[in-house]
């Protein structure tokens, strides 16, 4: 028999849950080379990270972190947070990604305590049962998704590869105007082109 007590502590448990719902958003279409770093930087314009925690696809022989549940300071950031990711480009690495952020639902956590006052109920299903042959057809549902999932990793592994490279480029091209620009200040070339087009300089 539960105490007043105890009754009181998961309800404090749960409740101190829900607020951590509140100030937490769930984040998918994530890039394999996303990183905690990467996710804080993303979003230090708005809010400020307190955990993240990405979410594995089991059902998949890969270790591919598309989605995360990103916890931050408070409701009112996390509102501020999903604002932003809809109405404008998520920028990853200099780049727009084209993720999609939603407010956290209480069964997305998989540490998530028990719903005080809730009771499940389980039963074994053998064949001859009403709900067998409903469950037989689920299964074999899931095991066709399972397949067509699996093409659709590897299309997105492809395009990922693919994104990386452009990225990289990118970056590369940029780093390269940067140091043609040093050079240009450092050994006095741009002054002799500025006397040579009659530009002034300020120093």
Known sequence: METS???????????DFEEKVKRTIYIDHLSPQVTTPVIKAALAQCANVTNVEFIVNYTIP????????VELDDEMQAKAAVELMTDFPF????????VHAT??????FR?????PGLRKDFRWIKQGDGEYEVMRK????A??????NMALIKNLLDEEKELAKQQQEALNGNGKK???????VSDGTIRKLAHHYGVRLDD
Request: hydrophobic letters at 30%.
């Open 111 to 115: 540490d998530r305590p028990p719903c």
């Open 143 to 148: 095991k066709r998704h399972e397949s067509e």
């Open 178 to 184: 940067y140091e043609m620009l040093e050079d240009v």
């Open 5 to 15: 007590k105890e009754k009181a502590s998961k309800d404090k448990e749960y409740a």
């Open 138 to 141: 689920l299964k074999n549902l």
């Open 62 to 69: 890969y270790d591919i972190p598309s989605a995360a549940l």
């Open 103 to 108: 407010h956290a639902k209480a069964e997305m």
């Open 91 to 98: 920028i990853i690495g200099g780049m727009p990604r084209p």
